[in-house]
């Protein structure tokens, strides 16, 4: 049996994009640039279909204060 382990996949400066998130995220948050959940909360807003529209590896820009979410291209 594998079990999922988040340390393989976020990494600093990274842009973390779930469906949720609950105490248990509380580690990550210092070390990612940014989070965006789908289901809000009573200090934040979610993003309906946030997962869906965004894949890992995109380059996103996110802009809490002006409201932007947005795919960026790849850079070459």
């Known amino acids: 049996m594998s079990t999922f382990n988040i340390d393989n996949f976020l990494q600093p400066g990274e842009i973390l994009i779930t469906l949720s998130t609950d105490i248990g995220w509380s580690p ?15 200090l934040s807003h979610g993003l309906q279909g946030a997962t869906k529209k965004f ?22």
Do not use: N, W
Not at 28 to 37: A, C, D, K, N
Not at 57 to 73: A, F, H, N, S, T
């Open 55 to 76: 894949r890992t590896g995109d380059y996103i820009l996110l802009d809490g204060k002006k409201e932007i979410l947005q795919r960026l291209p790849q850079p070459e």
């Open 28 to 42: 990550y948050f210092p070390i990612v640039s940014g989070v965006v959940t789908e289901i809000g909360g009573l």
